[in-house]
């Protein structure tokens, strides 16, 4: 099984920046790809980026390209969201998630953390 512990969320103004933080716990096959979603009410979770533990296969939404940046310490089973820039629209529950492959969808991914809010004011 695989554990996903979300930590780093908060509020902050527009043009500001936060860092999200996922400590993985469990099989490392299970969660070779590390990924970060999003929800904001009343809309779909989305992706925002995502990573295969050996580095390869980064990928970022057109969202946020350019503000985002995924990252991972394997010695702590940790991954990373740098978030600059952010923008109101940024405003969402973020959630890391973690499988064998990188899927594109949401469907795609079993394991799953709790979500950590994620408030951007103009």
């Known amino acids: 099984q695989v554990r996903l512990v979300e930590s780093g969320g908060g509020s902050v103004q527009a043009g500001g920046s936060l860092r999200l933080s996922c400590a993985a716990f469990?099989?490392?096959?299970?969660?070779?790809?590390m990924g970060w979603f999003r929800q904001a009410p009343g809309k779909e979770r989305e992706g925002v980026a995502r990573?295969?533990?050996?580095?390869?296969?980064?990928y970022y939404a057109d969202s946020v390209k350019g503000r985002f940046t995924i990252s991972q310490d394997n010695a702590k089973n940790t991954v990373y969201l740098q978030m600059n820039s952010l923008k109101p629209e940024d405003t969402a529950m973020y959630y890391c998630?973690?499988?064998?492959?990188?899927?594109?969808?949401?469907?795609?991914?079993?394991?799953w953390g709790q979500g950590t809010q994620v408030t951007v004011s103009s």
């Open positions: 998630a973690a499988d064998s492959y990188c899927g594109a969808l949401a469907s795609d991914f079993r394991y």
């Open positions: 469990g099989d490392t096959y299970r969660r070779n790809c």
């Open positions: 990573i295969y533990r050996s580095g390869g296969g980064e």
